[in-house]
């Protein structure tokens, strides 16, 4: 960050690697103000516990089915490849599309999974399925994993929510059959924060305490005649409110706190953003946060729009990273790279892809993950997996025992049906450092 | 005829079957005394059996008949693999006494009255008749040889025996067809909390190391704890906790840092980023036996405390991001050899003394310097700007 010390370094250097001098003089020779870094191995050293313990989850969801091809999983010479070329990264033998320059630096952090495969092909059951693992039915709804998840480990930070889901409209993930307060709070814009968390003006604290007493009152005789779950929890979802009005960490959500320099590191952008916003409420002990890209179900113009697309994830995917990294976060967090499904490897007369959940790749970092590789393969054009299938299921059991849930756990519905985190999914355990 | 050569090897193997049963529930204790009890009553069975060599054994002769032919539908409600809830077409199951003998349809078998038997009744009927059993779309219809066997056992009375139930065995297997995926399925009640943890980490000795013989902390300390902090177990089933400052980070100072000695030795995670806490609380810090993770970013503790924080020998992952923490301090860490983990970014201090600090613990990464991306491009991010407020 901070260019004094890299002159330092060069100077100080010759107790270290030739190959590491060598790194970190040609970044300061280039005159990059952020460089390397870290000195000792990069593998994500173990934490002492005998199963990898990710505290929080970040999940970035490009929704409409991210294109693999393009990439997380370039098949360069291939007839299906199009227009996209291939870079390579600091991972060696692992390469991206190149839209993705700045991730590519940051390689050595992740994993792609490459070889993701359902057979869930319209959008809602598909991201309904990647949220929940189960299948979408009339009958049911299903928790989304990170419901799940507060309920397996709890929240760290008792004032702030445990789930907050970051940009996106449209149909959200839900608490499904576990109780209303393991719902996500959702928040559209991520540069404008928390809507109307403070009190109304002219309402000195007094005042509103004494509102909220006089509410009690009024509530008091109904809820001794109706002592039941779904009142308590409307009880309890005012009292997470009031909480956190009055909690100092309301200023988690407000990401005009970060210098502009942060900002444009980020990118200015609501995906960017919304990466910043989930560090800001990582540091503050969220659970779980999911940051929504939008626009994905690229049919027609398939790699003009990714041009358009791809330089905001590659920019506030790469920041989250070395920032999480650099502030000692990243190795307790997971951070996960996800879409619906992939898209056709041929491409259409208006240079589009089609949905294509037979083969489709997501990344994986931080929470224990080891960085710098790829795991499964698809064949020379991307259309079949041919090794390590993994399924919505399995990643999501990855994810879940990553952040320290049994997946072996039966939960009973309250209409009586067994359901477990990830279903049938078994975690994929050579991901894990 | 057919019964007697059928009987002979039966005769010997029931000196086992019982036993067998016996012991599956129980699992894994092999140490235990072997259901002592049974195999004394063996000999005896046989000789009963030889006396009577023309009585139908239910275990021996005719479960398993059932069992192959009738319960995979009929058996009482599980959970499958698939995690759905499945349970005994037409409410009937085979697999216990109970269900036989007063199963929710009635008896399904009439002691000495084969033709007044249900069960006997539906796996007669003509193999067109859309009530036989096994149905056509799931089997062929028992073997007349089977047929007459399973008369004689009701003609003769429809003795059980001892027999209950195989409840608990058919549980085992189903449970054991789910575990086959995740790995091995032996040992499964005594490493079913662990499950998966017991990957190619184990060796390290890590947690379990740590925490051998600790015990877990009584409801008051938890009590005492969570007045300051936010407290959970470190990992699942662990007597070691994490113990972090989130969303109270303004009350917690040195002060709320003495309370944490009674629990000094169940701590393995302290996260105080962002409080108020100084030098002053890293003397109790430092005596905590079993710290391996501490979070000092944005702390007001400075190289004092770090050269305090040295006695942590034990300490894994330190985190000194945006403090005034200098050389002096991280030199002092060198005594921390099984540091793997440090942050310095945003700190005061040097190049020269990460690299020293390299020099004593090598397998320590030290992280010094954000490795950021370049700034978006402005042409990127020009859309995205003009909708920012």
Known sequence: ?433 | MMILRHLLPFAALLAALPAQDDQKPQGQPEGKPKAEAKPAQEPKDGKEKEAAADKVDFVAQVLPILEKNCVECHKAPYTDADGKKKRPKGGVTLDTRDGIEKGKKGKLVVSTKPDDSMLYHSITLPADDEDRMPPAKKGDPLPQDQLDLIKKWIEQGADFGTWKGAEAKADAKDEAKQDKKAGEDQKKSEDKPKGDSKGKDAGKGGLAMLESGLPMLSEEQFATLRAHFSVEPAAADSALLRVTAFGRESSIDDAAIAALSSASGHIAELVLARTHVTDAAIATIATMPRLVHLDLRGTKVTDDGVVALGAATQLRSLNLYGTSVGDRGIAALSACKNLEQLYVCETPVSAAAVVALQSSIPSARIVFAADLPEPMADADQGNARARRR
């Open chain 1, 1 to 433: 960050m901070n260019t004094r010390r890299f002159t330092d370094l060069a100077s100080a250097a010759d107790d270290t690697t030739r190959r590491a001098f060598v790194s970190q003089l040609a970044r300061a020779a280039f005159g990059l103000t952020s460089g390397s870094l870290a000195l000792g191995s990069a593998r994500a050293a173990s934490l002492p516990f005998a199963r990898p313990a990710a505290r929080q989850v970040i999940y970035l969801f490009l929704r409409g089915g991210m294109s693999h091809l393009d990439t997380l999983d370039p098949k360069p010479g291939a007839g299906t490849q199009g227009p996209v070329e291939a870079l390579r990264t600091r991972a060696d033998g692992v390469l991206l599309g190149q839209y993705f320059p700045k991730l590519a630096q940051q390689m050595d952090k992740a994993c792609i999974v490459s070889s993701m495969s359902s057979k869930q092909g319209a959008h809602p059951q598909a991201q309904y399925l990647m949220r929940t693992s189960y299948e979408k039915r009339g009958t049911i709804q299903h928790p989304s994993l990170g419901a799940w998840i507060q309920r397996g480990v709890g929240r760290q930070n008792e004032a702030l929510p445990g789930h907050v889901i970051l940009g996106g409209g449209g149909e959200m993930p839900t608490a499904g059959f576990f109780p209303p307060h393991f719902q996500a709070l959702p928040i559209g814009d991520p540069t404008s924060g928390l809507q109307n968390a403070t009190r109304a003006r002219g309402i000195d604290e007094g005042r509103f305490a004494r509102r909220l007493d006089l509410l009690g009152k009024m509530n008091a005789e109904y809820r001794s005649r109706h002592d039941v779950r779904d009142v308590a929890a409307y009880d309890e979802s005012y009292a997470a409110a009031v909480r956190l009005m009055r909690s100092e960490d309301l200023a988690a959500f407000d990401i005009d706190r970060e210098s502009d320099a942060m900002r444009s590191i980020y990118g200015e952008t609501s995906f960017g953003s919304g990466c910043l916003l989930a560090r800001r409420l990582v540091e503050h002990g969220v659970r779980c946060i999911e940051v929504v890209s939008d626009g994905w179900d690229t049919h027609a113009d398939n790699f003009d729009r990714l041009s358009d697309l791809a330089p905001s994830i590659d920019q506030g995917l790469s920041a989250l990273l070395a920032d999480l990294d650099a502030r000692g976060l990243l190795q307790e967090t997971l951070v996960v790279l996800a879409t619906e499904f992939g898209r056709t490897p041929d491409i259409d007369q208006d240079q589009g892809r089609n949905h294509y959940p037979k083969a489709f790749s997501c990344l994986l970092a931080g929470g224990g993950i080891r960085g710098g590789m790829r795991y499964g393969k698809t064949d020379q054009e991307g259309r079949e997996v041919i090794e390590n299938a993994v399924s919505i299921q399995d990643l999501n059991a990855t994810i879940a025992h990553a952040a320290g849930l049994s997946v072996d756990e039966v939960v009973t519905s309250p209409s009586g049906r067994p359901f477990k985190v990830a279903d049938k999914g078994s975690p994929i355990l050579e991901l894990f450092a």
